[in-house]
Nanobody, 124 residues
């Protein structure tokens, strides 16, 4: 069982930065691959960044060079540093986790664990 709680969203101007956090509660947190996903109004949920248990990271092309996924395993916190934000980055951001055998990187996990989401608004 894994419980995830996101925070750090907000409203910013284009070009500014935000850091999202996702605190995990669960005995086996370090066994999970973790990722960030986002959903804009009227659009499907899409993968933003993935972090596998061996440290491999994967980013959506739209955020490469601007976003960084990282993790504090000791404190069970997943981060998403978002720099040079654009209006098209607006959406609800979710963290999710699943076991390595089920992990599909930027594809939203079908059977994994999800947080409740945090809203990011970027104005031009």
């Amino acid at each position: 069982q894994l419980r995830l709680v996101e925070s750090g969203g907000g409203s910013v101007q284009a070009g500014e930065s935000l850091r999202l956090s996702c605190v995990g509660e669960g005995y086996t947190y370090s066994s999970y691959c973790m990722g960030w996903y986002r959903q804009a109004p009227g659009k499907e949920r899409e993968g933003v960044a993935s972090l596998e248990t061996d440290g491999t990271t994967t980013y959506a092309d739209s955020v490469k060079g601007r976003f960084t996924i990282s993790q504090d395993k000791a404190n069970k916190i997943l981060y998403l540093q978002m720099n040079s934000l654009k209006p098209e980055d607006t959406g609800t951001y979710y963290c999710a986790g699943d076991l390595p055998g089920l992990w599909e990187r930027l594809l939203p996990p079908k059977f994994g664990y999800w947080g409740q989401g945090t809203q990011v608004n970027v104005s031009s």
